[in-house]
């Protein structure tokens, strides 16, 4: 059993993260920003890849219901 290793004091200077990916729809793209409430840079990515196939369905069910800020599909996640 792998034990977690302590957050470092940047990690827990930089706070929560987000991610920005795009998603497509018919021949368009739109952009999308992912706010997590990860400590650090590294994991925002991981977790996007990680849990990507959910993520996708949440941002295409925001932008079909056109809730979007600013042009930007923004979705928060704990």
Same mark, same amino acid.
């Not at 793209?29 to 990860?38: G, S």
């Not at 959910?54 to 079909?64: F, G, N, P, R, Y």
């Given at each position: 059993?792998?034990?977690? +290793?302590? /957050? @470092? ?8 993260? *987000?991610?920005?990916?795009? &998603? ?12 997590? +409430?990860? /400590? @650090? ?8 890849? *990680?849990?990507?196939?959910? &993520? ?23």
């Amino acid at each position: 059993m792998r034990i977690a +290793a302590k /957050s @470092t004091e940047q990690e827990t200077v930089e706070g929560p993260q *987000a991610v920005s990916f795009q &998603i497509a729809n018919g021949n368009a793209r739109h952009h999308c920003i992912l706010q997590t +409430a990860l /400590s @650090t840079k590294a994991l925002a990515p991981k977790y996007l890849l *990680a849990n990507w196939p959910v &993520i996708e369905k949440m941002a295409c069910d925001a932008l079909s219901a056109g809730n979007l800020e600013d042009g930007q599909v923004k979705l928060v996640v704990a």
